[in-house]
């Protein structure tokens, strides 16, 4: 939680100062407040990260990407917001470095994953899902599937707002809402091979300034 809770609490300062301070009006910060109380982040943290959106602190966090390549065919797309890009940047550096990846240029991954909204709920009671399909779809629903228990809502990343606005309609509490870089080619590797990738993973999201790590793992 110790490294949890700093990024929520950016991700809410960072939606607020795009969008303004009302998460009624402002439907990335209504979610990003709903993801935050999730993982039981308190209300007093909520309200201060929201005010830090008009101070200077977050006038100086901007959001960057980095990409790059690692073991075995596996490719990294990285989202930070950061006061500090040179900081960042040589982070990132260090960790590939050390791990056996390489950094790449800017854009060099864009073909390989496409931005979508994904939302996240457990198979609500009452409802049925074919029904649940339809009521979304004209939304700007994708894909719905459901594993282990949990329903996955996907749409283009365009659609995040409509998407969100539609569940809560429907009276579900989504447990995950967020703009996610999925792999248009994954790929397939053996358990130890995995276990490497994820570590460089870990590295990657232990960084103060990393939101979000994306791999082509399938």
Avoid: W
Wanted: net charge negative; proline share 4%.
């Amino acid at each position: 939680m110790s490294k949890v809770f700093p990024k929520l609490a950016k991700s809410i300062t960072m939606a607020a100062k795009n969008g303004g301070p009302d998460p009624e009006s402002n439907a990335p910060l209504r979610v990003a407040i709903n993801n935050a109380k999730a993982q039981n982040l308190s209300r007093e943290n909520i309200e201060a990260a929201i005010k830090r959106a008009a101070g200077k602190d977050a006038a100086d966090i901007s959001e960057v990407t980095y990409e790059g390549k690692g073991p075995h065919g596996a490719q990294f797309f990285i989202e930070c917001a950061t006061d500090n890009s040179n900081r960042s940047v040589t982070n990132i550096k260090t960790i590939f470095n050390k791990n056996g990846c390489q950094m790449l240029n800017s854009g060099a991954l864009d073909f390989m994953f496409s931005r979508k909204s994904v939302i996240e709920f457990p198979v609500p009671e009452g409802k049925d899902l074919e029904e649940l399909e339809l009521a979304l779809i004209d939304a700007g629903l994708e894909e719905l599937s459901v594993d282990d228990g949990i329903v996955s809502v996907i749409g283009d990343y365009t659609s995040f707002a409509q998407l969100c606005q539609a569940v809560e309609e429907l009276g579900i509490t989504a447990t995950k809402s967020s703009l996610q870089r999925l792999s248009n080619q994954p790929i397939e590797l053996t358990e130890e091979q995995m276990e490497e990738v994820e570590t460089i993973v870990d590295k990657l999201e232990d960084d103060d300034d990393v939101q979000a790590v994306y791999t082509n793992l399938a």
